[in-house]
């Protein structure tokens, strides 16, 4: 797997990978990661980087937010 760019972001650390035909694109927060890939036919690096994942942020922060307040639950609970 190759590091081929990360996106500046205040909350997420996010990078995008290239693997086997494939752009790897990791949200990464907290103790929380989240991943979605792409078949580099589909889509180019520039495309994914400009328009794609400033799109999915908003979501990308949601999922986030919920899965830090499952682990808080659990936490609570045990």
Same mark, same amino acid.
């Given at each position: =797997?190759?590091?081929?760019?990360?996106?500046? &972001?205040?909350?997420?650390?996010?990078?995008? &990978?290239?693997?086997?035909?494939?752009?790897?694109?990791?949200?990464?927060?907290?103790?929380?990661?989240?991943?979605?890939?792409?078949?580099?036919?589909?889509?180019?690096?520039?495309? +994914?980087? +400009?328009?794609m994942?400033p799109?999915?942020?908003?979501?990308? =922060?949601?999922? =986030? &937010?919920? =899965?830090?307040?499952?682990? &808080?639950?659990?936490?609570?609970?045990?």
């Amino acid at each position: =797997m190759r590091l081929v760019a990360q996106i500046p &972001h205040p909350h997420l650390r996010i990078v995008i &990978h290239d693997y086997n035909g494939k752009w790897i694109v990791e949200f990464e927060g907290g103790r929380c990661k989240q991943s979605i890939k792409w078949d580099k036919e589909e889509v180019d690096l520039q495309k +994914l980087q +400009l328009a794609m994942i400033p799109q999915l942020i908003p979501g990308i =922060m949601e999922r =986030m &937010h919920q =899965m830090h307040q499952d682990i &808080h639950q659990f936490n609570q609970e045990s």
